[in-house]
């Protein structure tokens, strides 16, 4: 069988093209040939046809050889050069070899003329094929840093319109596709709804392209694999081939959006002018829509984990408002109780036997626990909102145990000792003095509810190497040293302690005690009352003075807590 082989000749007589074409037919090639001898009819035929390879004359009235070789170079056309002449000189050659021509033949020598011809066809096809790799790798290239841009782009953001506005944007600057869509699946309506598209015409709503589209994304949806229609004009399964004609889209891809198993919908593009969509082309956007599907799928769980935010801030706000009011409507009848149950006490509205001083001794205790319960509701509140604050002032901690001792003065009604162990010359430090007093007095509390008999102490020292140490020997320090915070080393901190010789804790609740609305005994049936509050709040008080607290404990023999707080300074 022949080779076609499509020749263009720059040559002004005719007799001696067509000597060239008969030896081009007797070496075995189908010969198709265009003789010119113009500049200009050069550059038509060169734009007219594909050539395989020009053979030009050197020396021409109306036209140069050289004239061609510079025409075919700026061309820009990579087709082999050959002068055939029966005038050109050695030293022409070679110049015109140089000046980049392939080869140059005498006429009188055309047996030269077909192994050069098929030498430079091969090397031209090496060159041809150089470059066709060449450019796969370029395009291969391109197609990477694209996805990597687009991966950046729609990973810049959680939000998921945002993320699809971007995915489209550079799907535009990568592919040249007239139109694109994103439709997202709605798990109530069960529809493909159109969420954003790209380059559709101002007068073509997203909905209207949507519902032309509809039926072909669909089946994508479904089948969860891509569907190509290169004529939506004509396709069969096209329910609505109108509404493609009326807007210009001729072909369509649809790929399916698929992140962890699950098909989120489908990502659409449309041509204008009828497009082969060929296996490469669809790998490559299924690829891309594997890692929008994947941003789109981040994107959702994002908005569903700030809808669930909002609703538990929501709810915690109403929980906190609830306890809130709550709490403070149960207050103030309780005061008024225990105002009303010391004035009969203190025999205000008259005298009362020792029987009825028993029975407002009891109301007095249980409202005042009832009163604590209820400020220490309102407290845990407040923490949970982060509504209460650290106001730190100078302590003058003698005096301050002074005062909290002076709370404790009635026995309590227990085989119980209340003892304090504090050295009369701890120093001035600065902390919240309220908070402090209300984390030992929880620790006081906890500690007499738990003890039936035996003691309570508790004792205070000042440690880590301060300069004042607590000797208990009644020693006075100057009233300069007692209240100069800043002479105390920088370490140096207070070290309370409540110990009692209670029922101690479990081993494997200690661990859990600090814990909100928890207690010891979380049974069904405990018997020392109380909602768990005390010790949560021990916990987050001493947490915002910058102190520590811990626990020992020995189930049946009692438990110890020690909370040390910072002097400040």
């Not at 594909?50 to 056309?77: C, E, Q, R």
């Not at 450019?135 to 694209?146: D, L």
């Not at 249980?366 to 604590?372: M, Q, T």
Request: glycine share 6%; charged share 25%; proline share 3%.
């Amino acid at each position: 069988m022949s080779q076609a082989l499509r020749v263009l000749i720059v040559e002004d007589m005719e007799d001696d093209a067509l000597l060239l074409v008969r030896a081009l037919q007797r070496a075995g090639y189908d010969v198709i040939h265009e003789r010119v001898d113009t500049a200009e009819d050069m550059m038509a035929a060169l734009a007219r046809h594909s050539w395989d390879i020009v053979v030009s004359d050197y020396s021409m009235p109306n036209f140069t050889g050289t004239g061609a070789l510079a025409l075919l170079k700026k061309s820009g056309l990579d087709i082999p050069f050959i002068f055939v002449s029966g005038t050109i000189g050695e030293d022409t050659a070679v110049a015109a070899m140089k000046a980049g021509a392939q080869d140059y033949i005498m006429k009188g020598n055309l047996a030269r003329l077909i192994p050069a011809i098929e030498r430079e066809l091969g090397e031209s096809k090496v060159r041809r094929e150089r470059r066709r790799a060449e450019e796969q790798v370029q395009h291969h290239r391109r197609r990477q840093a694209g996805l990597h841009d687009i991966n950046l782009a729609i990973t810049s953001t959680l939000e998921l319109h945002k993320v699809l506005t971007l995915l489209l944007a550079k799907i535009d600057q990568l592919l040249p596709y007239s139109a694109t869509t994103v439709r997202l699946y709605n798990k109530e309506t069960q529809a493909l709804e159109a969420i954003v598209s790209r380059n559709v015409d101002e007068d073509q709503t997203e909905s209207e392209l949507s519902d032309s589209g509809g039926n072909l994304a669909r089946r994508v949806f479904d089948t969860k694999t891509p569907l190509v229609s290169s004529d939506l004009h004509t396709d069969p399964q096209v329910s609505e081939p109108e509404s493609f004609r009326k807007r210009g889209l001729v072909s369509f891809l649809g790929v399916p959006l698929i992140a962890k198993g699950e098909a989120l919908g489908v990502l659409s593009f449309y041509t204008k002018e009828e497009h082969l969509f060929v296996d490469d082309e669809i790998e490559f956007l299924s690829t891309l829509a594997g890692q929008a599907a994947i941003a789109i799928h981040n994107s959702r769980l994002f908005e569903q984990t700030k809808r669930q935010a909002a609703d538990l801030e929501r709810a915690n706000k109403v929980k906190d408002e609830f306890l809130s009011i709550m709490s403070h409507e149960l207050k103030t009848p309780i005061t008024v109780i225990n105002g009303y149950a010391r004035m009969i006490q203190e025999k205000v509205v008259g005298a009362t036997s020792s029987e009825q001083e028993k029975v407002i001794g009891k109301i007095l205790s249980r409202s005042n626990e009832l009163l604590s319960m209820v400020s220490s509701i309102l407290d845990a509140t407040r923490l949970e909102s982060h509504a209460i604050k650290v106001n730190s002032r100078p302590v003058r901690l003698s005096h301050f145990l002074d005062e909290l001792r002076t709370d404790y003065d009635y026995p309590p009604d227990k085989d119980l000792a209340l003892k304090w162990d504090y050295p009369p010359d701890l120093p001035t430090i600065h902390t919240d003095g309220v908070k402090l007093r209300q984390i030992l007095q929880n620790l006081i509390n906890n500690a007499i509810k738990f003890t039936d008999r035996g003691e309570v102490r508790v004792s205070a020292r000042l440690v880590e190497g301060a300069r004042h140490e607590a000797t208990g020997n009644g020693q006075q320090s100057t009233e300069e040293d007692l209240t100069d915070a800043s002479r105390l080393p920088p370490q140096a901190s207070v070290e309370f302690k409540v110990t009692d010789t209670g029922i101690g804790i479990r081993h494997e609740s200690v661990a859990s005690i600090f814990r909100i609305f928890h207690q010891g005994d979380s049974s069904a049936r405990r018997t020392r009352g109380g909602i768990g509050l005390g010790l949560y709040i021990v916990k987050k008080f001493t947490d915002m003075l910058g102190g520590t607290v811990a626990v020992t404990s020995e189930p049946g023999k009692g438990s110890t807590f020690t909370v040390t707080i910072p002097c400040g300074s």
